[in-house]
C-alpha cells in the first residue's frame, strides 16, 4: 500500500481487476499463510478483511458489532437511516416493526405476483430468443425482479419487463453506480465538496427522481387506508409477532384482498410500543431500502444459478426430473417439494454470493483470527472467501448441490455459510428472496434448457456492490 492513498488506487480503476485483487489476494492467504484475517488500506483507513468462518462469527454473533461501517454513508442520501444502515435503538425498535411483514402469510400473498411476474418474463423471452443464438437473460431476470419489488414493496407496477426505459428504472440503475464510485474513491468522500462536482449534482437530480416517485406511491397508497384495514392489518401483525399463525376472516380478507397486500401497507399501519406511527419520512427509506436490497440480488442470484446449471447439463437434468411434475401457477405446496432447486440455489449462492462482502464498525476491542484488534476498525466480512475456503469446502471450486444435503451439512461451521449474512443483523428479506428465486426459476426452466457459453475461466467478475458478470453472460435458451 502507498501512503495516505493505501490500496485505493487498485479501486479507481476497473472494477473487475480489483476483485480480481482482492478474492486471490485472500485466497493465497487462507491458503498459504493460513491467516483468518487480511489489512487492507482504504485511502488513509486500514479495514480489517475477514475470511474464515471463526472470525466473521466473533462479529456477526455478537449483538455488540452492530453498527454498519463508514462506507454505508454514501448509502444514506438515497435510503436515509433505514433498516440497512440505521444503528442502535433505532435499528432495533425498526428491525421489531418491520419482521411481521417477513411473515409466512404475507409472503405467501406474494407467489400470486411472482407467478404472474414470471410468465410475463417468459412472453418477453420468447419474443427476444432466436433459435440457437444466446441472449442477455440475466437483463430480462432483473426486470422481471424489479416489477416483483415494486408490486410487493409498494403496491405498484412499474411494467419495468415491457418499459426499461421509465426514469424510476433508469435512475435506480445510475444512483448504484454513483454510490459504488464514491465508496471507492476518498477524493469523493467529502460532502460539501462531493455536492458541488458533476457527480454531485447528478445524485442530487436522481434523487429528486427516485424520492419523488416513491413518496408519491406512498401518499396515494395511505390515501386508501380505511379504519378497517388498519385495524386488521395491526392485529394480523400483532398475532403474527405472538407466533400465532391463524388468521380470522377479517384479516384473511385483508391479506386477500383485490388490493393486495404490499409491505408498505405493513408500514402504513404498524405502531412502536409507545403507540406512535411511522411517519412519512420513516416509510420512505424503509421504502426505498426494499427497493435497493430487494431485487438486485435475487436477480444475480437466479442469473448465477442459470449460468451454473447451464454449464453442468447433468445437474439440470435432475432440476428438469424434478420440475416437470409441476404445471400452471405455483403453489407454495409444490414450492415445497422443489428439494434439488433449492439445493441448486443454495449452492450458487455459495460460489457466487451475490452480497460478496459486506461491513462493521467494531464497537469494542476484540480477538480476530488470533489477532487484537482495537474498537472502532473498519471490518468487512468476505462472505466470497469464506465460501470458496479450500479448508472448509471439499473441492471448493466444484459446484455441487449435494453439499446442502442435510446429512452433508452435518458438522460444517455454522458460519461458513453466509449469504444473508449470520446472526441478529442477517438479512431480513431471505425467506422472500427464495421463495422468488425458486419460482422465477421453475417458470424459466420448465420452458427452457439453458446453454451458457461463457467457461469458468473466462469469467470477469465485478464485485461493486452485488458480484455479477462484468459483461452479459451467454446463454442460449432451447424449448423443451
Ligand atoms: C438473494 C437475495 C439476497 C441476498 C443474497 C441478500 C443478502 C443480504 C446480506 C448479506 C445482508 C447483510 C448486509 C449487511 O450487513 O450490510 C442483507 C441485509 C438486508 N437485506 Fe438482503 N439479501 C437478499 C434479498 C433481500 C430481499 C429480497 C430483501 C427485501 C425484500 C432484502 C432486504 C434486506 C434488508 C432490509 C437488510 C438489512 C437488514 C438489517 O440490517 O437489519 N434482502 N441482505
Same mark, same amino acid.
Given at each position: 500500500?502507498?501512503?495516505?492513498?493505501?490500496?485505493?488506487?487498485?479501486?479507481?480503476?476497473?472494477?473487475?481487476?480489483?476483485?480480481?485483487?482482492?478474492?486471490?489476494?485472500?485466497?493465497?492467504?487462507?491458503?498459504?499463510?493460513?491467516?483468518?484475517?487480511?489489512?487492507?488500506?482504504?485511502?488513509?483507513?486500514?479495514?480489517?478483511?475477514?475470511?474464515?468462518?471463526?472470525?466473521?462469527?466473533?462479529?456477526?454473533?455478537?449483538?455488540?458489532?452492530?453498527?454498519?461501517?463508514?462506507?454505508?454513508?454514501?448509502?444514506?442520501?438515497?435510503?436515509?437511516?433505514?433498516?440497512?444502515?440505521?444503528?442502535?435503538?433505532?435499528?432495533?425498535?425498526?428491525?421489531?416493526?418491520?419482521?411481521?411483514?417477513?411473515?409466512?402469510?404475507?409472503?405467501?400473498?406474494?407467489?400470486?405476483?411472482?407467478?404472474?411476474?414470471?410468465?410475463?418474463?417468459?412472453?418477453?423471452?420468447?419474443?427476444?430468443?432466436?433459435?440457437?443464438?444466446?441472449?442477455?437473460?440475466?437483463?430480462?431476470?432483473?426486470?422481471?425482479?424489479?416489477?416483483?419489488?415494486?408490486?410487493?414493496?409498494?403496491?405498484?407496477?412499474?411494467?419495468?419487463?415491457?418499459?426499461?426505459?421509465?426514469?424510476?428504472?433508469? $435512475? @435506480?440503475?445510475? *444512483?448504484? +453506480?454513483?454510490?459504488?464510485?464514491?465508496?471507492?474513491?476518498?477524493?469523493?468522500?467529502?460532502? %460539501? !465538496?462531493?455536492?458541488?462536482?458533476?457527480?454531485?449534482?447528478?445524485?442530487?437530480?436522481?434523487?429528486?427522481?427516485?424520492?419523488?416517485?416513491?413518496?408519491?406511491?406512498?401518499?396515494?397508497?395511505?390515501?386508501?387506508?380505511?379504519?378497517?384495514?388498519?385495524?386488521?392489518?395491526?392485529?394480523?401483525?400483532?398475532?403474527?409477532?405472538?407466533?400465532?399463525?391463524?388468521?380470522?376472516?377479517?384479516?384473511?380478507?385483508?391479506?386477500?384482498?383485490?388490493?393486495?397486500?404490499?409491505?408498505?401497507?405493513?408500514?402504513?399501519?404498524?405502531?412502536?410500543?409507545?403507540?406512535?406511527?411511522? $411517519? @412519512?419520512?420513516? *416509510?420512505? +427509506?424503509?421504502?426505498?431500502?426494499?427497493?435497493?436490497?430487494?431485487?438486485?440480488?435475487?436477480? %444475480? !442470484?437466479?442469473?448465477?444459478?442459470?449460468?451454473?446449471?447451464?454449464?453442468?447439463?447433468?445437474?439440470?437434468?435432475?432440476?428438469?426430473?424434478?420440475?416437470?411434475?409441476?404445471?400452471?401457477?405455483?403453489?407454495?405446496?409444490?414450492?415445497?417439494?422443489?428439494?434439488?432447486?433449492?439445493?441448486?440455489?443454495?449452492?450458487?449462492?455459495?460460489?457466487?454470493?451475490?452480497?460478496?462482502?459486506?461491513?462493521?464498525?467494531?464497537?469494542?476491542?476484540?480477538?480476530?483470527?488470533?489477532?487484537?484488534?482495537?474498537?472502532?476498525?473498519?471490518?468487512?466480512?468476505?462472505?466470497?472467501?469464506?465460501?470458496?475456503?479450500?479448508?472448509?469446502?471439499?473441492?471448493?471450486?466444484?459446484?455441487?448441490?449435494?453439499?446442502?444435503?442435510?446429512?452433508?451439512?452435518?458438522?460444517?461451521?455454522?458460519?461458513?455459510?453466509?449469504?444473508?449474512?449470520?446472526?441478529?443483523?442477517?438479512?431480513?428479506?431471505?425467506?422472500?428472496?427464495?421463495?422468488?428465486?425458486?419460482?422465477?426459476?421453475?417458470?424459466?426452466?420448465?420452458?427452457?434448457?439453458?446453454?451458457?457459453?461463457?467457461?469458468?475461466?473466462?469469467?470477469?467478475?465485478?464485485?461493486?456492490?452485488?458480484?455479477?458478470?462484468?459483461?452479459?453472460?451467454?446463454?442460449?435458451?432451447?424449448?423443451?
Amino acid at each position: 500500500a502507498y501512503p495516505i492513498i493505501g490500496h485505493s488506487y487498485l479501486l479507481g480503476g476497473d472494477p473487475a481487476k480489483f476483485f480480481e485483487f482482492i478474492s486471490t489476494g485472500a485466497k493465497a492467504m487462507v491458503t498459504e499463510l493460513k491467516e483468518q484475517i487480511a489489512v487492507i488500506w482504504l485511502g488513509p483507513v486500514p479495514v480489517i478483511v475477514v475470511c474464515h468462518p471463526a472470525a466473521a462469527e466473533v462479529i456477526l454473533r455478537s449483538s455488540k458489532h452492530m453498527e454498519k461501517s463508514y462506507l454505508y454513508e454514501f448509502l444514506k442520501p438515497w435510503l436515509g437511516t433505514g433498516l440497512l444502515t440505521s444503528g442502535g435503538e433505532k435499528w432495533k425498535q425498526r428491525r421489531r416493526l418491520i419482521t411481521p411483514s417477513f411473515h409466512f402469510n404475507i409472503l405467501q400473498d406474494f407467489l400470486e405476483v411472482m407467478n404472474e411476474q414470471s410468465a410475463t418474463m417468459i412472453r418477453t423471452l420468447e419474443g427476444k430468443r432466436t433459435a440457437g443464438s444466446a441472449i442477455n437473460v440475466g437483463k430480462a431476470i432483473t426486470m422481471c425482479a424489479l416489477d416483483i419489488i415494486c408490486e410487493t414493496a409498494m403496491g405498484q407496477t412499474v411494467n419495468a419487463q415491457e418499459n426499461d426505459d421509465s426514469d424510476y428504472v433508469k $435512475s @435506480l440503475y445510475r *444512483i448504484s +453506480e454513483l454510490i459504488q464510485l464514491r465508496q471507492k474513491t476518498p477524493t469523493l468522500w467529502w460532502d %460539501a !465538496a462531493f455536492s458541488r462536482m458533476k457527480v454531485g449534482k447528478e445524485q442530487e437530480s436522481l434523487l429528486r427522481t427516485l424520492h419523488g416517485f416513491t413518496r408519491d406511491v406512498i401518499i396515494e397508497r395511505a390515501k386508501t387506508k380505511d379504519s378497517k384495514s388498519v385495524e386488521t392489518t395491526r392485529q394480523a401483525a400483532f398475532n403474527i409477532t405472538n407466533g400465532s399463525d391463524k388468521l380470522n376472516k377479517n384479516q384473511r380478507d385483508l391479506f386477500q384482498n383485490p388490493k393486495r397486500l404490499a409491505f408498505l401497507d405493513v408500514l402504513l399501519h404498524a405502531e412502536t410500543e409507545d403507540g406512535k406511527t411511522l $411517519s @412519512l419520512n420513516d *416509510i420512505q +427509506e424503509e421504502v426505498d431500502t426494499f427497493m435497493f436490497e430487494g431485487h438486485d440480488t435475487t436477480a %444475480a !442470484a437466479m442469473t448465477w444459478a442459470i449460468y451454473a446449471l447451464g454449464r453442468h447439463p447433468e445437474i439440470q437434468q435432475k432440476v428438469h426430473e424434478e420440475l416437470d411434475s409441476v404445471f400452471g401457477a405455483i403453489t407454495n405446496a409444490q414450492l415445497q417439494k422443489l428439494s434439488y432447486l433449492e439445493r441448486v440455489i443454495k449452492e450458487s449462492l455459495r460460489m457466487f454470493p451475490s452480497v460478496p462482502m459486506f461491513a462493521r464498525v467494531l464497537s469494542e476491542d476484540c480477538k480476530l483470527g488470533g489477532y487484537s484488534v482495537p474498537k472502532g476498525t473498519q471490518a468487512i466480512i468476505f462472505g466470497y472467501t469464506i465460501h470458496h475456503h479450500p479448508g472448509i469446502w471439499e473441492d471448493e471450486e466444484r459446484f455441487e448441490p449435494d453439499r446442502f444435503l442435510a446429512e452433508n451439512c452435518v458438522g460444517r461451521h455454522p458460519y461458513a455459510y453466509i449469504p444473508f449474512s449470520a446472526g441478529p443483523r442477517n438479512c431480513i428479506g431471505q425467506k422472500f428472496a427464495m421463495m422468488e428465486e425458486k419460482v422465477v426459476l421453475c417458470h424459466l426452466l420448465r420452458r427452457y434448457s439453458v446453454i451458457s457459453h461463457d467457461k469458468e475461466e473466462d469469467l470477469l467478475i465485478n464485485a461493486d456492490l452485488i458480484l455479477r458478470s462484468s459483461t452479459p453472460l451467454n446463454i442460449t435458451l432451447k424449448p423443451r
